[in-house]
């Protein structure tokens, strides 16, 4: 497993209030494309399509821009897609997001969505880590 998998069972456990929640789920488009969502979850209206990167740098627009493109592929509404990070997102993928209404998460919204400082939300993701690969 990698640090990325781990990201993404950390985010499955802070989303595992929602309703309906997946983790890790492939959808064909028309044409047997195989697309992979890190995660899904149906609000009162909508299903909600997530994408998780765990990142040491900032998030460049080319992985928004992938994320968006994938939505399309399987005819969702890019306002349907969130893309939650441990780092920040670059101006340009921030602005391309926008115009795409894609949700943005980044450290920042983890650390108040989880009372945690960066660095402890950091430690607990190694830690989940850590774990996962003694499994």
Known sequence: MDIGIAFEYYIKELYKTKKYLTHNTT??????????????????FTTRFVECKYKTKKIPLEDIAKFSAQLDLLDIKTKYGEV???SYYTRRAIIYAEKKQIRLYDMSDLERLTN???????????????SKLQM
Request: charged content about 25%; proline content about 0%.
């Open 116 to 130: 945690k400082t960066k660095n402890t939300i950091n430690q607990e993701i190694l830690t989940l880590y850590n």
């Open 27 to 44: 959808f064909r488009t028309e044409d047997n494309i195989r697309i992979q969502i890190d995660l899904t979850y149906k609000t009162l």
């Open 84 to 86: 939650i990070t441990n």
